[in-house]
């Protein structure tokens, strides 16, 4: 079990899981009321931390700069939901120790239903805190022995603390959607002209004169005789080849734009009867 001492540092440390997942990062610590032992982590869970898990400190250990504690990320983010605001109920401590599985009897020894010896109230633990005098519990000269920060009981000195809310807003890194390139082939009709060229016959005829009549005369006086010419054309052939004609690739470019968020925040009010004066 850890100590008053180890704990004192563990504030603002990150939380994580037996899996060592983050679950969140540490707020305040929560002191058993009767025996002054660290007994609760608060810690800040959620989209920019705007929940508050409860962790019990047993089996919490300090492991470089974070706290891991014996429980999974689901396990503690589906604790009850109670807010962090001083101290535990009864009723909420009870519901914490069944959520993690714990025995638990109340404040001063009554028995509960499995009998474990623990408190009705869990007190968070002071930044203040003296060496020499009880476990999370600051103390000034009109009320000795004041407990923690929230100052509305009977153990408070003689001045309240008014708190509010403030948005703590960040940003968070997702995955929008995917893009990718792919290349697929289609098929388009295609048309050209091409000169092609063909032979063809034409008779000339050509009168006997003194310088052809040797050969006009050179064969049988009558006969009968056949000459043959072959005629040639030309006719479009097509054939195909790849070409490369570009490369695509695709880059990335951040845009950043202006977005609005909007929560809603709980604020104190202090009011002063028998008095004109109203707090803010």
């Known amino acids: 079990m850890p100590t008053l001492q180890d704990v004192q540092t563990w504030r603002g440390c990150e939380l994580r899981g037996t899996d060592g997942e983050k679950i969140g990062k540490v707020e305040e610590i929560y002191l058993d009321r009767e025996t002054g032992e660290p007994e609760w982590l608060a810690v800040k869970t959620g989209l920019f931390g705007s929940k508050h898990s409860f962790v019990p400190i047993e089996g919490a250990t300090m492991q470089g700069e974070a706290v ?60 203040d805190t003296s060496a020499s005098g009880t476990a999370g519990m600051t103390g000034t000269g009109d009320a000795p022995g004041t407990v923690g920060r929230d100052v509305s009981g009977p153990t408070t000195d003689d001045a309240m603390t008014r708190s509010e809310e403030e948005l703590d807003v960040g940003t968070a890194r997702r995955e929008r959607g995917r893009a990718r390139l792919r290349k697929y082939v289609v098929t388009e009709n295609v048309e050209t002209s091409v000169p092609v060229q063909r032979e063809e016959v034409r008779v000339e005829r050509e009168p006997i004169t003194d310088e052809n009549v040797d050969r006009a005369m050179s064969g049988p006086e009558i006969s009968e005789e056949e000459h043959e010419v072959v005629l040639h054309e030309e006719e479009p052939v097509v054939g195909k080849r790849a070409v490369p004609k570009e490369r695509v690739r695709m880059e990335k470019d951040t845009v950043t734009e202006e977005r609005g968020v909007s929560e809603e925040v709980r604020k104190e009010r202090i009011e002063a009867e028998g008095t004109d004066e109203t707090g803010r």
């Not at 605001?85 to 009723?91: N, R």
């Open 68 to 127: 891991t504690v014996p429980y999974d990320k689901d396990k503690v983010k589906d604790a009850p939901n109670i807010d962090a605001d001083g101290e535990l109920s009864a009723e909420e401590e009870a519901r914490l120790y069944e959520h993690y599985g714990r025995q638990y009897r109340e404040y001063g020894g009554t028995e509960g239903t499995e009998g474990f010896m623990g408190t009705d109230r869990g007190e968070r633990f002071d930044r």
